[in-house]
């Protein structure tokens, strides 16, 4: 057995001394995600002569798995009859997911290559709104009739096998195409043959309409441990599956946006390399500006206290270290909840004293912790003009801030979900903009009660 570095130093050299017959053997017997990765590094010339020389089916799977940079490149270098080969041996949902990502020139020669009834329903496909179950199905699934026969059923399904995404998972319908439940091909293959398929169909209430939100579809297929969910349509007809590996792909799309958002940035498709720098500066100005602007009160608040400050000159040293920790506190509280709101479907109307009480004891012990730790380093570490009164100052600001930062940044997310926007935006830079002026006003609040300044 090869390993992979060994298997790349074979293909390349296989593809440039032109040794056909290796080059098959080799996309026939390796991982075809491997291969597509060792196709990356081939010159033009080298791709399109291996694409030209691979069986057809094989082609179809690689070009799937390649980068969205090369496989434009290869459209437009192939000629019409072999971009036509490769998209019949590829499935619909990977043929739309690859077109939403191409210029219109690109578009134009994919769908003029196409015979009327493949055009049609990926026409179709592209139709349906984005992030949507209609807009990720795929129309190539394994349909059998409710009065059809296990012995019928088990010669469509040797048949079909190739045509389909899987086989696994059979649904059956009626005579008016109205969706009746699922058939799992171990149920076919043990049951008697001269059963009706309508006595084996299980799982009729779970599935999914054209309008559904992909980030549902995505808990629906978890929650009932699915590997792939039927998509119907307005008149509850079956136009549709999705299956797990569609999903997987929303899953770290979907991920990647809230981290963009949690961090202050607008989400930006495609690559961290292959984005240029312009998108990146797009996608991160509007938010340092927002937050330079915003960051104003905090100033403001600093000036309008700055004779409190010159009066007990220790006290602007702990400006950093109280603004940090309740902003650090702020992120970590909105960050859980924002998980919670996606996975457990936490709502403002029912779970909002739920998180204020759980927000509040566990301030009231990570404070009590960080009260002590921090009266103990004021004393033993910090320059002279430190005394016991201005660390408890101190460590009682952290406290309240605290409190307040992990309550505020738990509730925010609640509240942009009620508003039906994205929790994601109301984490870290929102959050930490306004806990920052909060726990300055509280700082010097304390401050000058106790300390009489």
Known sequence: MYTIEQIEDILINAIREKKVDTIREIFQEYNIVNLAEIFEKLDTNEAIFTFRILPKDISGQLFSYLPATIQQRLVEILSSHDVSEIMNNMFNDDIVEFLEEMPANVIKKILSSMNDKDRKEIN?????????????????????HSKETVENAIKLIKQQANLVETINVCYVIDSKRNYLGVVHLRDIIVAKENEIIENLVTEED??????????????????????????????????????????????????TEDIHKIGGVNHVEGSYLNTSILEMVKSRISWLLILMIS??????????F???????????????????????????????????ITVEKLTLKK???????????????????????????????SPEGMNIQ???????????????ANIVGGILPLISEALNTDPASMASPVITTLVDAVSLLVYFSLATSILKI
Do not use: W
């Open 295 to 304: 960051g104003s009160f905090t100033g403001y608040i600093l000036q309008t």
């Open 306 to 340: 700055e004779d409190k400050l010159s009066a007990v000159a220790v006290l602007a040293a702990s400006v950093p270290v109280i603004m940090s920790t309740s902003g650090n506190a702020g992120s970590q509280s909105s960050s859980t909840v924002i998980r919670a």
């Open 206 to 255: 779970i599935f999914v309409h054209t309008s559904t939100d992909q980030e549902e579809v995505a808990r629906i297929l978890k929650h009932y441990d699915l590997t792939s969910l039927p998509v119907l349509n307005n008149e509850n007809r079956l136009i549709g599956i999705i299956t797990a590996d569609d999903v997987i792909d929303v899953l770290v799309e979907e991920a």
């Open 124 to 144: 179709t496909l592209l139709s349906y709104e984005d992030f949507t179950a209609g807009a990720m199905m795929s129309s190539e699934f394994m349909e059998l």
């Open 351 to 381: 779970n909002l004293f739920d998180i204020i009480k759980k927000e509040l004891l566990v301030s009231l012990q990570c404070g009590l912790v960080i009260f002590i730790v921090n009266i103990l380093r004021l004393l033993l570490l």
């Open 390 to 404: 201005i660390a408890i100052v101190v460590s009682l600001a952290i406290i309240v801030s605290l409190t307040l």
